[in-house]
């Protein structure tokens, strides 16, 4: 009995408390509906209904007249109304790319370069494990537990099972024959990339 007297006036102090506190911090006359919203938001204007896909949008008249004077006025004054506006709204200044890198970087590289890329053989491959037969499957998982490094039967079986898969990646291409003639010894289907 005791304890619940002691909780129960803990209780209403509690509630005395966070009363007074709210009567002297907080007038509710003070908040109003003006006080929430911003100035720019309180307008007359209608707001244009929503363009579904197939029309086109509408814009307000006072964007559309914005587009038309901006759109009368000479180079300078773009220019003078770009520096206003960075200035106004407190916009850092990015650094422009240079026109001549541009240009120099769009240039198409002559016939000789082209034709000596396309004359340079490949000299890594990938080693692809495509198709396996049926009957020999059980070779091809001892096979490829051999030779791909860190794989036991079990993961060995799972790689074969989900084909195709990359055995080896960026290998010369001596090596990567030699693998090839390995896996389809076991009836394998490999190919080169």
């Known amino acids: 009995?005791?304890?619940i007297r002691v909780v129960t006036s803990e209780l209403s102090w509690c509630l005395r408390c966070s009363r007074r506190y709210w009567q002297r911090n907080v007038s509710f006359q003070s908040l109003s509906l003006q006080s929430f919203s911003p100035r720019r938001f309180n307008t007359t204007e209608a707001i244009p209904p929503v363009a579904l896909?197939?029309?086109e949008k509408q814009y307000a008249p006072k964007i559309q007249q914005l587009v038309k004077d901006i759109s009368q006025l000479t180079l300078l004054e773009v220019a003078d109304l770009n520096e206003l506006l960075k200035k106004t709204l407190k916009i850092a200044d990015t650094p422009m790319m240079a026109v001549g890198a541009v240009a120099s970087s769009a240039k198409p590289k002559d016939e000789e370069?082209?034709?000596s890329e396309a004359k340079q053989e490949k000299v890594n491959f990938n080693v692809k494990l495509t198709k396996f037969?049926?009957?020999k499957k059980v070779a091809l998982?001892?096979?490829v537990k051999n030779v791909v490094p860190g794989l036991n039967l079990v993961?060995?079986?799972k790689?074969?099972?989900s084909l195709p898969q990359?055995?080896?990646t960026d290998v010369p291409k001596e090596e990567a024959e030699k693998l090839k003639a390995a896996l389809e010894a076991v009836g394998a289907t490999v190919i080169l990339d």
Do not use: G, R, T, W
Request: glycine share 0%; hydrophobic share 40%; proline share 0%.
């Open 155 to 157: 993961q060995a079986k």
């Open 1 to 3: 009995m005791q304890a």
């Open 133 to 135: 037969d049926d009957s």
């Open 113 to 115: 370069a082209e034709a």
């Open 53 to 55: 896909e197939n029309e």
């Open 159 to 161: 790689f074969v099972e």
């Open 166 to 168: 990359l055995v080896k």
């Open 141 to 143: 998982i001892k096979e």
